[in-house]
């Protein structure tokens, strides 16, 4: 594919210097892209965070690192491996299907938890009663780009699903956890106006978490991979968010603070395999 960085005549000299197959990405396209993603409006502060999955190259998440960028890791490994090439543990929030069996080492860096389902929340206070955590919840709300890449809906295993809401505060209370951010999850290429659902979603349950301060607005942002895709606008989306973090800080006085999670948003436009 022609791109911005990638044209027959440069392909050729890398293939000269190199060989074949190669991974070749732009650092000057990944940093545009963290640009517009750090510009997302959010009146109360934001925190972007890399959802590493999207390529996980330890060069890549360094670069990233030194732009300012933080991190989200979808399992206790890739928060470790991360680790290991350099990323700052309290830099990285790690939200996985599988209760990390490595927590206790992530915790000991600095690693935030977000605790994905009841169980979850279960094991965390039992191993770290008193400490914040942040709770991924299901809202109902989802889509994506195909039924695999939809984590949001009744159909996705992803989170506290919304009835459950009461007996996590209860379990909570158990361990004296403060849950101090919502999470919520719905999808890889969401359609735009889901931001929206969720963000209301997630704002309407506020009254029952009177410690939380931030909304994790999880999933990714579209991108154009196919030349009629028309990809996300963040300043319409995050404009419209704002709008409603605007309104609920008049309502209750509560300032929260913002957490989004691109991940193919930073990287699908910058790497080319050759
Ligand atoms: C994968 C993932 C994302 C990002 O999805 P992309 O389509 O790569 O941008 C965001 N949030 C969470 C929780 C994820 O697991």
Known sequence: MQTAFMNPKIAEQLRERYGTP??????????????????????FGLTPRYAMKACST??????????????????????ERAIMVGIEG??????????????????????????????QLKQYGNLFPGANVA????????SG??????????????????????????????????????HSHIGSGAESELWLAASR?????????????????????????HSNDIPDDLQKIGGDISQLLLEFHEKSGRKIKLEIEPGAYIIASAGNLL
């Open 90 to 119: 309290c830099r990285m929030s790690v939200a996985s299907q599988q209760f990390p069996n490595n927590i206790k080492y992530l915790v000991e860096q600095g690693v935030h938890f977000t605790a994905c389902s009841l169980n």
């Open 135 to 142: 709770l991924r919840i299901n809202f109902g709300i989802g």
């Open 145 to 182: 780009l195909h039924a695999k890449t939809n984590v949001g809906g009744p159909a996705a295993s992803f989170g506290v699903w919304i009835d459950a809401i009461d007996t996590a505060i209860e379990i909570a209370e158990l361990y004296q956890l403060r849950i101090t951010k919502l």
């Open 201 to 225: 979603a997630a704002l309407s349950v506020l009254d029952k978490f009177p410690d939380v301060n931030t909304l994790n607005l999880g999933g990714g942002f579209k991108v154009k991979r």
């Open 58 to 79: 330890a060069a890549i998440l360094l670069l990233l690192q030194e732009r300012g960028m933080w991190f989200d890791a979808s399992s206790g490994f890739e928060a």
């Open 22 to 43: 190669l991974y070749v990405y732009s650092q000057e396209e990944i940093v545009k892209n963290v640009q517009e993603v750090m510009n997302f409006p959010s009146p």
